[in-house]
T-cell receptor, first 111, second 114 residues
Framework: EADIYQTPRYLVIGTGKKITLECSQTMGHDKMYWYQQDPGMELHLIHYSYGVNSTEKGDLSSESTVSRIRTEHFPLTLESARPSHTSQYLC??????????FGEGSRLTVL | KNQVEQSPQSLIILEGKNCTLQCNYTVSPFSNLRWYKQDTGRGPVSLTIMTFSENTKSNGRYTATLDADTKQSSLHITASQLSDSASYICVVSDRGSTLGRLYFGRGTQLTVWP
């Protein structure tokens, strides 16, 4: 079992609200990632970090932002949620060359 | 364009039967290929990881094969169980950074009926 945790697991909010999806790992991994996944579609990388104070945008353009102030914590924030942000967001971390561990995901619904 | 294509898109089998899922990729250069299992509403969990020099790897009832020449991989599930019902995702990594850039397939949705 991977020690990577996401909260909340499910979130339903109204348009215009600010939300933060939390992701924490206790494995001491330097590399962390956020992916977006829609039903029947492939995962798309939206943000990644190779260490504290290091964040980069991924392949899929996203209006979300991330921060990496502590090694174990990689939160994702949407300043003003819209229905187009409805999706599943998966956090992942990697400590070795090949390993990639995923959290359980946060399913966001914006009304 | 680097791509990962999986087939079939969905599959229904009876409990106890075997099945094989396919993954074709065009990613180049190639570093490794992974198979993940994703239960509904959960995060993906790694089943196998294979590098260029490996052509088969097993994890319990799951056996993955890799033909790097034809850029094809398969995941064989033996004696299926109800708990095998999930989406199986093929992921290919190139030789970019330490982790490599990852290319995800859309998954095969497997349903096992009693």
């Amino acid at each position: 079992e991977a020690d990577i945790y996401q909260t909340p697991r499910y979130l339903v909010i109204g348009t215009g609200k600010k939300i933060t999806l939390e992701c924490s790992q206790t494995m001491g991994h330097d590399k962390m990632y956020w992916y977006q996944q829609d039903p029947g579609m492939e995962l798309h990388l939206i943000h990644y970090s190779y260490g504290v104070n290091s964040t980069e945008k991924g392949d899929l353009s996203s209006e979300s932002t991330v921060s990496r102030i502590r090694t174990e914590h990689f939160p994702l924030t949407l300043e003003s949620a819209r229905p187009s942000h409805t999706s599943q967001y998966l956090c992942a971390s990697s400590g070795g060359r090949w390993e990639l561990f995923f959290g359980e995901g946060s399913r966001l619904t914006v009304l | 364009k680097n791509q990962v294509e999986q087939s079939p898109q969905s599959l229904i089998i009876l409990e106890g039967k075997n099945c094989t899922l396919q993954c074709n990729y065009t990613v180049s250069p190639f570093s490794n290929l992974r198979w993940y299992k994703q239960d509904t509403g959960r995060g993906p969990v790694s089943l196998t990881i294979m590098t260029f020099s490996e052509n088969t790897k097993s994890n319990g009832r799951y056996t993955a094969t890799l033909d790097a020449d034809t850029k094809q991989s398969s995941l064989h599930i033996t004696a299926s169980q109800l708990s095998d019902s999930a989406s199986y995702i093929c992921v290919v990594s190139d030789r970019g950074s330490t982790l490599g850039r990852l290319y995800f397939g859309r998954g095969t949705q497997l349903t096992v009926w009693p």
